[in-house]
């Protein structure tokens, strides 16, 4: 689950602002007369006002009369970027730079057009000459430790940071200084340094959500809930709060409290999608699934081609085996982004589900060559060719993932079958022993292996195995069946009879299920 964050971008802002009052204030001294001042005093405020066709013309005038006038290049620059005229831009910026080598709002401007087409080798050496001119200047300081943090420069980022006045400091220096320390994992330093943060009134509620986003990236989730609960205390009916809140305690698996607060924050924003989607996904981790169905048919009213919403929705609804509604909604999200590898992996286990198996393999073998080292894609093919008894090539696949991720005691399992199918009891033994050694609780292994012990005659060790297997999973149809076998080898036709009655009563059962038709959900309008 996401946490929210401000929809300003920390690298990519507009043109400062500062640059036109920066250049203003040098006007004096360039200017050759009272009146350019006057007329450069008035295009600042022009440009300010966005009344850009007026600015234009005063410094055409000016420039008429001297053409390498650096303010008046300048602030032309300015226009032009405002214009999305962005080579004319940098044009005029250098013009006035070579005019006037000490003008800092002109490298400011070029820095900030550089970044703006991201482009951070020009963006540091702009900003740097500005430095130079200007030590000490909190916002040229962070427009350089910016392009330090986007470099994953971390180390460089705090020293340029870490030279500004604390009293200079404000809320976009320290999310950075945060941020890097975090990065760097000197966790107790930011820690320290947000501390501040957790008393009552310190930030507004948007800024203690990006607070708390940014240590919950980083697992620190209780860091993040004292921020916004010190936040709350003051406004108590914040969605970024409330919904950040939920976020954290759901990334905690604190389930109740996430859904408490993202129920919240849902209050405070009725009907947002964010909201929505957050308390379906608490709902599908508590296997509450048609909940979080219902949860995501309205955030698909309201939204109906977010991919998002999309992808939960047909991810619930291929948890609770609606194949019918699963299928289409993937296959939706594979038309919008054809290369998305996840919407590939998931359409490929809709359309195993389906028995379309061939069709799945394809996908499969697809989503490996956009992901050729996610253990996941190789298992879910070799589940598929072991489902089309191509048992080698099965073996192969499962054998890669393995070699990927080993932690997966369900390819495991299917190795074990593998080899139990081809009559090589040894390694099928080996296999199902791992699995069970991965995960003691997997009832299917358990099975399986407890049959490896019957066809070798091993009557006793198969029925303590099937036993502890039912134990596992009352409903396993095959272990009951087995079991009943294993009954019978060993004389006991009483309770042999009432295992093959058991298996006889869960074979209808799921016969039963396996007929009833799939629930529709209404699509979205």
């Given at each position: 689950m996401s946490l929210l964050v401000s929809t300003a971008a920390l690298f990519f802002l507009s043109l400062h602002p500062l640059c036109i009052a920066s250049a203003a204030s040098t006007i004096a001294a360039a200017s050759q007369s009272q009146s350019d001042y006057d007329r450069l005093e008035q295009v600042a405020i022009l440009i300010r006002q966005g009344e850009l066709t007026r600015a234009e013309a005063e410094l055409n005038a000016i420039l008429r009369r001297r053409a390498s006038e650096p303010n008046a290049l300048n602030f032309l620059g300015v226009i032009r970027a405002r214009q999305k005229r962005m080579s004319e831009a940098e044009q005029l910026f250098l013009r006035a730079l070579k005019s006037s080598p000490t003008l800092v709002g002109a490298y400011l401007n070029l820095g900030q057009l550089y970044l703006d087409n991201r482009n951070s080798e020009r963006a540091l050496w702009a900003f740097t000459e500005a430095d130079k001119l200007a030590p000490g200047r909190a916002n040229i300081a962070f427009s350089l430790a910016a392009i330090y943090a986007l470099r994953r420069e971390f180390e460089r980022a705090l020293l340029v940071?870490?030279?500004?006045?604390?009293?200079?400091?404000?809320?976009?220096?320290?999310?950075?200084?945060?941020?890097?320390?975090?990065?760097?994992?000197?966790?107790?330093?930011?820690?320290?340094?947000?501390?501040?943060?957790?008393?009552?009134?310190?930030?507004?509620?948007?800024?203690?959500?990006?607070?708390?986003?940014?240590?919950?990236?980083?697992d620190l989730f209780d860091e993040a809930i004292e921020i916004l609960e010190a936040a709350r205390k003051q406004t108590p009916n914040s969605y970024a709060l409330l919904y950040n809140l939920g976020a954290s305690y759901s990334q905690k698996r604190d389930f109740a409290r996430a859904e408490?607060?993202?129920?919240?924050?849902?209050?405070?924003?009725?009907?947002?999608?964010?909201?929505?989607?957050?308390?379906?996904?608490?709902?599908?981790?508590?296997?509450?699934?048609?909940?979080?169905?219902?949860?995501?048919?309205?955030?698909?009213?309201?939204?109906?081609?977010?991919?998002?919403?999309?992808?939960?929705?047909?991810?619930?609804?291929?948890?609770?085996?609606?194949?019918?509604?699963?299928?289409?909604?993937?296959?939706?999200?594979?038309?919008?982004?054809?290369?998305?590898?996840?919407?590939?992996?998931?359409?490929?286990?809709?359309?195993?589900?389906?028995?379309?198996?061939?069709?799945?393999?394809?996908?499969?073998?697809?989503?490996?060559?956009?992901?050729?080292?996610?253990?996941?894609?190789?298992?879910?093919?070799?589940?598929?060719?072991?489902?089309?008894?191509?048992?080698?090539?099965?073996?192969?696949?499962?054998?890669?993932?393995?070699?990927?991720?080993?932690?997966?005691?369900?390819?495991?399992?299917?190795?074990?079958?593998?080899?139990?199918?081809?009559?090589?009891?040894?390694?099928?033994l080996r296999w199902l022993q791992r699995a069970l050694k991965a995960e003691p609780s997997h009832a299917a292994a358990q099975t399986a292996l407890?049959?490896?012990?019957?066809?070798?005659?091993?009557?006793?060790?198969?029925?303590?195995?099937?036993?502890?297997?039912?134990?596992?999973?009352?409903?396993?149809?095959?272990?009951?069946?087995?079991?009943?076998?294993?009954?019978?080898?060993?004389?006991?036709?009483?309770?042999?009879?009432?295992?093959?009655?058991?298996?006889?009563?869960?074979?209808?059962?799921?016969?039963?299920?396996?007929?009833?038709?799939?629930?529709?959900?209404?699509?979205?309008?």
């Open positions: 940071l870490e030279k500004i006045p604390r009293a200079s400091l404000g809320i976009e220096h320290l999310h950075l200084m945060l941020e890097s320390y975090l990065e760097l994992h000197r966790n107790e330093e930011a820690i320290a340094l947000a501390s501040p943060l957790k008393k009552l009134g310190a930030i507004a509620a948007e800024d203690a959500a990006n607070f708390a986003a940014l240590f919950a990236r980083h408490e607060f993202l129920a919240a924050a849902l209050v405070a924003k009725p009907d947002d999608v964010e909201a929505l989607l957050a308390l379906a996904r608490v709902a599908r981790a508590q296997e509450e699934l048609e909940k979080a169905l219902a949860l995501l048919v309205r955030a698909r009213k309201l939204a109906p081609d977010a991919p998002a919403v999309l992808y939960d929705f047909g991810v619930t609804a291929l948890r609770m085996d609606l194949l019918l509604d699963a299928l289409p909604i993937f296959e939706q999200l594979q038309r919008m982004q054809p290369g998305n590898p996840a919407y590939l992996y998931m359409l490929a286990a809709t359309q195993l589900r389906r028995g379309e198996k061939v069709q799945a393999e394809t996908l499969l073998r697809r989503y490996i060559e956009l992901r050729p080292r996610d253990a996941a894609g190789y298992y879910l093919l070799g589940v598929t060719l072991h489902s089309l008894n191509r048992f080698a090539d099965a073996r192969r696949a499962l054998e890669q993932s393995l070699a990927l991720s080993s932690a997966n005691p369900n390819a495991q399992y299917l190795l074990g079958l593998i080899s139990d199918s081809e009559g090589d009891a040894e390694n099928a407890g049959v490896v012990y019957f066809k070798q005659n091993n009557y006793s060790l198969a029925r303590d195995t099937l036993e502890r297997a039912i134990q596992l999973n009352p409903k396993d149809l095959r272990a009951h069946y087995q079991l009943g076998l294993v009954y019978g080898k060993l004389g006991d036709k009483e309770r042999a009879k009432n295992m093959f009655a058991i298996a006889d009563t869960l074979r209808d059962v799921q016969r039963n299920q396996e007929s009833v038709g799939l629930k529709l959900i209404d699509p979205p309008q």
